[in-house]
């Protein structure tokens, strides 16, 4: 069956198949770090809010600012949902 179909038919559809896996793995790539990078930008707006909330807690709380460093870097962590292990 292979014999029949010409050679220069068999090239155009292996050429379109090969630029339709491209294309394809291309998208599926750009998606996957489209969701990275927003994953990102919501982890800075997190951090940013966070920070401001911790900014009025160490102008009203002085329990707050009593807290050494380290407790407050873990408040901050925790209120911004970031891993606590940066403050070690």
């Given at each position: 069956m292979w014999?029949?179909?010409p050679d220069w038919l068999k090239v155009g559809a292996g050429a379109l198949a090969g630029a339709a896996?491209?294309?394809?793995?291309?998208?599926y790539l750009g998606k996957s770090e489209g969701r990275s990078e927003g994953r990102a930008e919501m982890q800075v707006e997190a951090a940013k809010e966070a920070l401001e909330r911790i900014t009025k807690l160490e102008k009203n709380n002085a329990a707050f600012m009593d807290l050494s460093a380290r407790h407050r870097c873990l408040v901050f962590m925790r209120d911004s949902r970031l891993p606590d292990s940066a403050c070690d």
């Open positions: 014999a029949v179909i896996l491209l294309a394809l793995g291309s998208f």
